[in-house]
Protein backbone atom coordinates (compact mmCIF):
# COMPACT_ATOMS: atom_id res chain seq x y z
CA UNK A 1 0.00 0.00 0.00
CA UNK A 2 1.10 3.57 -0.61
CA UNK A 3 -0.48 6.45 0.83
CA UNK A 4 -0.65 9.82 -0.64
CA UNK A 5 -1.37 12.88 0.93
CA UNK A 6 -1.38 16.56 -0.84
CA UNK A 7 -1.15 19.66 0.04
CA UNK A 8 -0.15 23.41 -1.01
CA UNK A 9 -4.13 23.95 -2.72
CA UNK A 10 -5.69 27.69 -2.00
CA UNK A 11 -7.31 30.39 -3.24
CA UNK A 12 -4.69 32.43 -6.06
CA UNK A 13 -5.58 34.76 -8.71
CA UNK A 14 -5.35 34.59 -12.26
CA UNK A 15 -1.73 34.98 -13.58
CA UNK A 16 -0.33 34.08 -10.13
CA UNK A 17 1.48 30.30 -8.53
CA UNK A 18 1.15 27.71 -6.35
CA UNK A 19 3.32 24.47 -5.51
CA UNK A 20 1.38 21.28 -4.59
CA UNK A 21 2.87 18.82 -3.07
CA UNK A 22 2.25 15.14 -2.25
CA UNK A 23 3.81 13.08 0.24
CA UNK A 24 3.41 9.53 -0.22
CA UNK A 25 4.48 6.88 2.85
CA UNK A 26 4.12 2.96 2.29
CA UNK A 27 5.75 1.11 -0.10
CA UNK A 28 9.05 2.19 -1.67
CA UNK A 29 7.93 5.46 -3.51
CA UNK A 30 11.00 5.41 -6.25
CA UNK A 31 9.12 2.32 -7.61
CA UNK A 32 6.81 4.31 -8.82
CA UNK A 33 5.84 6.91 -11.36
CA UNK A 34 3.91 9.65 -10.37
CA UNK A 35 1.19 11.68 -11.53
CA UNK A 36 -1.05 14.45 -10.96
CA UNK A 37 -4.69 14.35 -12.02
CA UNK A 38 -7.60 17.56 -11.59
CA UNK A 39 -11.81 17.29 -10.98
CA UNK A 40 -13.57 20.31 -11.92
CA UNK A 41 -17.23 20.79 -10.99
CA UNK A 42 -19.63 18.88 -13.14
CA UNK A 43 -16.68 17.34 -15.28
CA UNK A 44 -14.86 13.99 -15.46
CA UNK A 45 -10.98 13.71 -13.80
CA UNK A 46 -8.05 14.58 -16.34
CA UNK A 47 -4.94 14.04 -16.33
CA UNK A 48 -2.47 16.88 -15.74
CA UNK A 49 1.33 15.56 -15.51
CA UNK A 50 3.40 12.71 -14.85
CA UNK A 51 6.45 11.80 -14.09
CA UNK A 52 8.59 8.94 -14.02
CA UNK A 53 10.59 6.74 -11.22
CA UNK A 54 14.37 8.09 -11.45
CA UNK A 55 14.90 9.18 -15.53
CA UNK A 56 12.74 12.01 -14.48
CA UNK A 57 10.68 11.59 -17.57
CA UNK A 58 7.82 14.16 -17.49
CA UNK A 59 4.73 14.15 -19.64
CA UNK A 60 1.90 17.02 -19.49
CA UNK A 61 -1.64 17.77 -20.70
CA UNK A 62 -1.78 20.13 -23.72
CA UNK A 63 -3.81 22.58 -21.43
CA UNK A 64 -1.26 23.10 -18.72
CA UNK A 65 2.37 22.57 -20.79
CA UNK A 66 4.33 25.13 -20.60
CA UNK A 67 2.82 26.53 -17.35
CA UNK A 68 2.93 23.59 -14.72
CA UNK A 69 5.94 21.21 -13.67
CA UNK A 70 6.25 18.53 -12.48
CA UNK A 71 9.10 16.94 -10.05
CA UNK A 72 9.59 14.53 -7.68
CA UNK A 73 12.42 14.03 -4.41
CA UNK A 74 12.81 10.60 -4.09
CA UNK A 75 15.32 10.85 -0.37
CA UNK A 76 11.83 12.95 0.86
CA UNK A 77 9.06 11.24 -0.87
CA UNK A 78 7.44 13.89 -2.12
CA UNK A 79 6.35 14.76 -6.00
CA UNK A 80 5.52 18.13 -6.76
CA UNK A 81 3.38 20.15 -8.82
CA UNK A 82 4.74 24.14 -9.83
CA UNK A 83 1.92 25.78 -11.90
CA UNK A 84 2.13 29.02 -12.60
CA UNK A 85 0.29 31.87 -14.79
CA UNK A 86 -2.86 30.47 -13.63
CA UNK A 87 -6.06 30.68 -15.10
CA UNK A 88 -9.87 30.11 -13.83
CA UNK A 89 -10.33 27.22 -15.73
CA UNK A 90 -7.29 25.74 -13.88
CA UNK A 91 -9.54 25.74 -11.04
CA UNK A 92 -10.61 22.16 -9.54
CA UNK A 93 -9.81 19.55 -6.81
CA UNK A 94 -5.83 18.42 -8.01
CA UNK A 95 -5.17 14.47 -7.17
CA UNK A 96 -1.53 12.85 -6.84
CA UNK A 97 -1.72 9.42 -8.22
CA UNK A 98 0.93 6.41 -8.18
CA UNK A 99 1.51 4.17 -10.82
CA UNK A 100 3.62 1.83 -12.92
CA UNK A 101 4.64 3.70 -15.41
CA UNK A 102 4.12 7.58 -17.18
CA UNK A 103 2.22 6.45 -20.00
CA UNK A 104 -0.10 3.92 -17.69
CA UNK A 105 -0.90 7.13 -15.33
CA UNK A 106 -1.25 9.05 -18.32
CA UNK A 107 -3.90 6.33 -19.72
CA UNK A 108 -5.99 6.74 -16.24
CA UNK A 109 -4.31 3.32 -14.75
CA UNK A 110 -3.64 4.44 -11.30
CA UNK A 111 -2.35 2.19 -8.69
CA UNK A 112 -3.13 4.90 -5.69
CA UNK A 113 -4.69 8.23 -5.22
CA UNK A 114 -4.58 10.80 -2.64
CA UNK A 115 -7.29 12.29 -1.20
CA UNK A 116 -7.20 16.16 -3.31
CA UNK A 117 -6.60 19.51 -2.48
CA UNK A 118 -8.82 22.34 -3.52
CA UNK A 119 -7.01 25.05 -6.43
CA UNK A 120 -9.20 28.11 -7.35
CA UNK A 121 -8.24 30.64 -9.45
CA UNK A 122 -10.34 33.75 -9.16
CA UNK A 123 -10.71 36.39 -12.27
Known amino acids: QVQLVESGGGLVQAGGSLRLSCAAS????????MGWFRQAPGKEREFVAS????????VYADSVKGRFTISRDNPKNTVYLQMNSLKPEDTAVYYC????????????????WGQGTQVTVSS
Open 51 to 58: ISTYLTIT
Open 26 to 33: GRTFSNYA
Open 97 to 112: AAGATISKIRDGSVDY
